[in-house]
């Protein structure tokens, strides 16, 4: 299994809109939304997303399925970065 980690652009959505709104490629197994300890909300759970605001997530995917993943996530206009681990 291979680890994909992203940086995704969540300003202007509500909770974790931004990535459930992602159709997620073949292969997929699991994710995890980590919120990034500089990038605290300031705002209640029903308020949107501010700008610059944004979440790191990571992927798991089958190994052999992984540069597919990773192509797809980098032409997804909310991916801001998209990096492995080896």
């Given at each position: 299994?291979?680890?994909?980690?992203?940086?995704?652009?969540?300003?202007?959505?509500?909770?974790?809109?931004?990535?459930?709104?992602?159709?997620?490629?073949?292969?997929?197994?699991?994710?995890?939304?980590?919120?990034?300890?500089?990038?605290?909300?300031?705002?209640?759970?029903?308020?949107?997303?501010?700008?610059?605001?944004?979440?790191?997530?990571?992927?798991?995917?089958?190994?052999?399925?992984?540069?597919?993943?990773?192509t797809f996530y980098k032409?997804?206009?909310?991916?801001?970065?998209?990096?492995?681990?080896?």
């Amino acid at each position: 299994m291979k680890k994909i980690w992203l940086e995704l652009d969540v300003a202007g959505t509500c909770g974790d809109e931004a990535w459930t709104a992602i159709e997620q490629p073949k292969g997929f197994f699991e994710a995890a939304v980590i919120s990034p300890k500089k990038a605290d909300c300031k705002h209640t759970k029903k308020q949107a997303h501010s700008e610059g605001e944004w979440r790191e997530i990571w992927v798991q995917v089958e190994d052999k399925l992984a540069s597919k993943a990773i192509t797809f996530y980098k032409k997804q206009e909310r991916v801001l970065a998209v990096e492995t681990e080896d």
